[in-house]
């Protein structure tokens, strides 16, 4: 064998090499990517059950039921909602009427079973991916620059 063409099989074997080592990183990134979705994105795309995501929303007045770790609520970004069920310690500062942000996936029934459960951090803080599909469900409006107003239906 000549050494050109020794030369050309080391360059071919990287390159393969090299296609391969990317192709597994592109794979394991696109594996652990989580996507956000409002509830709307939810109910109007139909995910696919035992998919991983992000939902956020705000917790529905009323809907939270509780019993021993098990808790079930409500989360709605106005136009739609999704039934929660979580097991577990809930933060400190969960509570209805909050923005909240859960990981997990839906069931085959259409709840979703999170994994985790996050809570905003104080009252003039939203989540900034529910603050953008409550924007965009045309339910919040800009207040004093930085602060996001709900706007109830009817005023």
Do not use: C
């Amino acid at each position: 064998m000549s050494r050109k063409r020794k030369r050309l099989l080391a360059v071919l074997g990287l390159m393969a090499g090299l296609t391969v080592a990317v192709t597994l990183v592109l794979s394991a990134f696109n594996e652990n990517l989580v996507f956000f979705h409002s509830p709307s994105d939810v109910v109007e795309k139909q995910l696919p059950p035992d998919r991983r995501f992000r939902i956020g929303g705000l917790v529905v007045q009323g809907s939270v039921k509780k019993d021993g770790l098990n808790t079930e609520f409500t989360i709605t970004d106005m136009r739609h909602e999704v039934r929660v069920s979580y097991t577990g310690m809930l933060p400190d500062l969960f509570r209805e009427g909050q923005g909240v942000v859960a990981n997990g996936k839906l069931d085959r029934e259409g709840r979703f079973i999170a994994a985790e459960v996050l809570a905003k951090h104080d009252e003039n803080y939203m989540p900034p991916e529910v603050a953008d599909a409550l924007k965009k469900s045309g339910q919040w409006h800009e207040n004093n620059g930085d602060h996001l107003k709900l706007v109830k239906p009817g005023s």
